[in-house]
């Protein structure tokens, strides 16, 4: 079996089929990188109270019995079952999974825009203009083609604390959404907690509004309208990759159905961003590739009774102080249940919430890549996957 691609998707996979197929297959991996970042912790490091893990992506391969092959996918040939790297190589198959992700672009030209990558030199820079008092005024904007919407939100209650603790206060510090609400994939209640979170600390939230373009003046809205802002903080939209030979939507992206499976190809599965289901996060990433590694271990003769993918919604919210945990279940990309809350929802309470990869990571970085547990004098309820043999670290 090929996995290609080394994110979120392609790791959950390989640590999904190992567990699920264990000898019965070979598993190689194809993955241009040589590290797997954790880049969830990316917004806090401009403020000095986090970093994105690094974690190297041979030795995690390796160590679940893999082949690492470092190259990118260029093509698929179903017929031929050959997989065509950049490179010019061929590698045969006879079940291939596509985890490459997707492609970020600039989605509001003028915009500082937050592209995820470890470092934020570019967010430093603002928050030494709006110290100085050269930025008075920063519209974080949400327009309607970005991907996944929370970072947006932890930097602007990152951006707010960290004016508040130098005397600062006064300086404007708004949202603009193409959102109902804040945060409305997670549902009523959990939209509400946020919103109420962001008033307190004096954050202005403009929902409903579609940023079109930055003038001098601030940010241009669709179809009319207008927001001052001396500096205006975006994030990047996604692109499929376009992999040729596979069917893909105007976007780019891969139609799958509910197993994993490319539509239309036999023995091609894919999981991840660079498939055409809308909510691009991690955890959903793990979900899909979960599908797709029971699909696949049914396949090779292993006892297990292959489940469509139910997406749930988890995210934790960094918010600087106490972190809001949420969580929904989807339909459709709306939530239907709603959940807010400080504690743990799920475990281990990382950004990224894996059944087989959260865990592993977690092991490997021991405390850092989530928010300190609850004491022990605290008893709250946790999701805990089933057959997670993961000791609760309290």
Not at 111 to 126: I, K, Q, V, Y
Not at 254 to 270: K, L, T
Not at 306 to 333: I, W
Request: charged share 20%.
């Amino acid at each position: 079996m090929l996995i290609a691609g080394g994110g979120v998707a392609g790791l959950e996979t390989l640590l999904a089929l190992r567990h699920l197929a264990e000898e019965r297959v070979r598993i190689d991996v194809l993955t241009p990188d040589r590290d797997f970042v954790y880049r969830p912790l990316a917004v806090a490091e401009p403020f000095g109270l986090g970093r994105a893990h690094r974690f190297d992506l041979a030795s995690l391969i390796a160590e679940r019995g893999a082949g690492y092959r470092p190259d990118a996918l260029a093509s698929i040939d179903p017929d031929r079952r050959l997989a065509r790297t950049r490179a010019g190589d061929e590698i045969a198959y006879d079940s291939v999974v596509i985890a490459c992700g997707a492609v970020s672009r600039e989605a509001l030209p003028g915009a500082l825009t937050f592209w995820g990558a470890p470092g934020g030199a570019g967010f430093r820079e603002l928050l030494a203009d709006l110290e100085s008092g050269h930025v008075r005024h920063v519209v974080f904007a949400l327009p309607t083609n970005t991907g996944w919407p929370l970072p947006l939100y932890e930097l602007a209650l990152f951006t707010r604390l960290h004016l508040v603790s130098r005397g600062l206060g006064h300086v404007g510090v708004t949202i603009a959404t193409h959102e109902a609400s804040p945060l409305e994939l997670f549902g009523a209640r959990a939209s509400e907690t946020v919103a109420g979170l962001l008033a307190d600390r004096g954050i202005t939230v403009c929902a409903s509004c579609h940023p079109a373009a930055v003038s001098d003046g601030g940010l241009d809205l669709m179809p009319a309208g207008h927001l001052k802002a001396d500096r205006v903080v975006t994030l990047p939209r996604l692109e499929g990759r376009r992999i040729r030979d596979l069917p893909h939507d105007q976007q780019g992206f891969i139609p799958v159905d509910g197993h994993g499976r490319v539509e239309g190809i036999e023995d091609v599965y894919a999981a991840g961003d660079g498939t055409a289901f809308p909510i691009k996060q991690g955890g959903i990433a793990a979900q899909q590739a979960d599908a797709a590694a029971e699909a696949l271990a049914a396949w090779a003769g292993a006892p297990v009774d292959p489940m469509p993918f139910r997406p749930v919604l988890r995210g934790l919210l960094l918010t600087g102080k106490e972190p809001a945990f949420l969580r929904a279940e989807l339909s459709g990309g709306r939530g239907e249940t709603s959940v807010a809350a400080s504690h743990a929802l799920w475990w281990p309470p990382g950004k990224i919430a894996g059944r087989y990869l959260a865990p592993h990571l977690a092991a490997l970085a021991k405390t850092e890549l989530q928010p300190p547990p609850p004491t022990e004098t605290e008893s709250v309820p946790v999701e805990v996957e089933p057959g997670d043999s993961t000791p609760l670290l309290h």
